[in-house]
């Protein structure tokens, strides 16, 4: 069974017992910069463009290791809050993450 399959099949198993309400697909880091970016970029979307702007700035700062910069750090999650519904749906607010009560940002400093 194929990766792509296998992910298919157990998104399929977890919504029929009721752990998803939507699928959620995960793809190497790689693929992100070097095919779904380019891909996205060549064919513009006509919705959320703004949104997929901001992730590729994102990805792209990430990959570049700018998040173990404190200042950084803090811009990427500025960024990040600021996409899909200024980030109403996230768990924790955002200044939880800001003033350092995060794991991440311990690391990170």
Known sequence: MSSRS????AA????AH???SRSTW?????KLLE???PFFEEHELRIKRDDFEIFADIVRSIRSRAHHRPEEFNRIVTLAYSMNARGK???RPIKDILLGSSETVREAR
């Open 6 to 9: 296998s992910s298919v099949a």
């Open 12 to 15: 399929s198993a977890a919504r």
């Open 18 to 20: 009721g752990a998803l």
């Open 26 to 30: 995960c793809t190497a880091p790689f």
């Open 35 to 37: 095919r779904i970016i």
């Open 89 to 91: 749906q996230r768990k």
